[in-house]
């Protein structure tokens, strides 16, 4: 279960920003980061009881720990990058943009980051990178359920306008229903181009066309 125990392993009194983003590998739709800085690291201890890795919450606690998160006193920042940027820069530089954005949208100027992963988005402050920190940290763990709930409710409402792609339960993902309905009906604006199905798609297409 995630502790404070890299937090504190900073100078004392210092601003930790959590990092973590939701959507690196879907088809479809942005990628969104979330930032949380835990002031003086402190957190209702039911809420450090309940917090983990995003993926390993049912969607409905995920929710009910967004709520608790956003009525707390931590600071929160979510940054998002686009499917067009995702495609214009690469997913691993729309990640980072991403995350930059998040910290920013915190509303605090962060002292140190840590950031789930292996690779460093160079963000304003010194950041330490955590791999499987929404596990390890709670401001990581909390940065992620921001990330996780944040993206899929843009995609429940972008299921909205396209609702035969089924992204409110398969979050843009590449599922078996996401690529029937891309065979049957094509690509939309909200997918991303630059990933391979995608791209072969496009080809195909093209290469029908009279």
Known sequence: MPDFNTE????????????DEAGRGPWA???VAGAVIFKDLKIADELA?????????????REE??????ESDAYIGVGI???????????????FTAMHRALEASGLKADFAI??????????????????????CLSIAAASI??????????ADLALEYPQYGWDKNAGYGTKDHINALEKYGVTPYHRKS????RKLLEKDFALTP
């Open 115 to 136: 950031v789930d992963g292996n690779r460093d988005p160079k963000l304003y402050c010194p950041s330490t990178l955590v791999v499987k920190g929404d596990s390890k």
């Open 65 to 70: 720990l967004f709520k608790v998160l956003k």
């Open 81 to 95: 990058a686009s499917e067009k940027e995702i495609d214009e820069m690469n997913i691993l530089q729309a990640t």
């Open 29 to 31: 739709g942005p990628v």
């Open 146 to 155: 921001i990330a996780k709930v944040t993206r899929d409710k843009i995609m």
């Open 49 to 61: 009881a309940a917090l983990n890795d995003s993926k390993k919450l049912s969607a409905k606690k």
């Open 195 to 198: 990933y391979a199905p995608i």
């Open 8 to 19: 504190k392993s900073f100078p004392t009194g210092s601003l930790i920003a959590g990092i």
